[in-house]
């Protein structure tokens, strides 16, 4: 694979893992409308390897408050908020799990990486984004999330494994429908996406040993370490923009895009 093609890779990835608007699905579309070579559910894998080094990183604190709950778990401290936040986010992340054991054992996954499925689930799932953020109440801190709202977190999560819906969107679409705060529920959404990534990175991983394919290997790491400088950056303005802007935006842009989609699938 080509440096070129690996850097616009990167970017995509980088850009639209934290966006709500499915980094999965850009990356379907790059060879799907522009006939260049698929990359593989492998790069695929790789540049979201990347995003998670650069979701912990800027997430460093948070991240900490994971590790000291996860000793405090071992330790038999369960009641600390530490160690309830590492349990909340270990039951939120099970759904997405075994759903995407359940696609990849099945072949699914292969048959869901196409324009009209894409076209669909840009559509639906960027209206049902539009509606949690204009409904949902903003009462809500990370501290607050429970057991059901973690269930329930899960669940829809468990959904992004679809290309199209976003892990991201459907994460903040479903916190802002529990009342979490816009930050909140960014920030939520950004923590239950190292768990889910670290999923992907370590089936990634077994299926590179497997293959024994070290050019394949260079160019996934190549490719994880673009994403990452992209992410990062793509994480501080976002995080800035929650701040004083709805989601609107990326509701326009699903639209925009589902449309152009449904023309090209169907016209």
Do not use: C, N
């Not at 559509?123 to 204009?134: E, P």
């Not at 899960?154 to 679809?162: D, M, V």
């Not at 976003?166 to 979490?180: C, D, E, K, Q, V």
């Not at 920030?187 to 990175?201: E, Y």
């Amino acid at each position: 694979m080509t440096l070129t093609h690996l850097v616009l890779l990167a970017l995509i990835q980088g850009i639209a893992e934290f966006l709500p608007i499915s980094s999965s699905a850009h990356l379907i579309l790059l060879p799907a409308l522009t006939g260049a070579p698929d990359q593989g559910l492998t790069i695929d894998a790789a540049v979201h390897v990347g995003t998670l080094a650069a979701v912990m990183l800027y997430f460093r604190a948070e991240v900490g408050q994971l590790f000291r709950g996860g000793f405090d778990l071992a330790r038999g401290r369960a009641g600390t908020d530490d160690a309830r936040l590492v349990w909340l986010l270990a039951v939120a992340t099970v759904p997405v799990v075994i759903f995407g054991a359940i696609l990849a054992l099945t072949g699914s996954d292969e048959a869901l990486r196409s324009v009209k499925v894409i076209a669909w689930t840009t559509i639906v799932f960027g209206v049902a984004l539009w509606l949690s953020d204009r409904f949902g109440p903003q009462i809500k801190g990370l501290g607050e999330l429970r057991l059901p709202g973690a269930v329930v977190m899960g669940l829809t999560q468990a959904l992004s494994l679809i290309p199209g819906v976003s892990r991201s969107g459907i994460s903040m679409t479903t916190a802002r429908a529990l009342g979490f705060r816009r930050v909140e529920a960014a920030r939520l959404s950004m923590l239950m996406s190292i768990p889910a990534i670290m999923a992907v990175g370590a089936w990634t991983g077994v299926k590179l040993v497997r293959s024994g394919d070290l050019e394949l290997g260079l160019d996934a790491a190549i490719a994880a370490g673009l994403s990452f400088v992209a992410a990062l950056i793509t994480l501080v303005l976002l995080m800035r923009m929650v701040r004083s802007w709805t989601l609107t935006p990326f509701v326009l842009y699903r639209l925009v895009l589902g449309a152009i989609l449904m023309i090209y699938a169907y016209g």
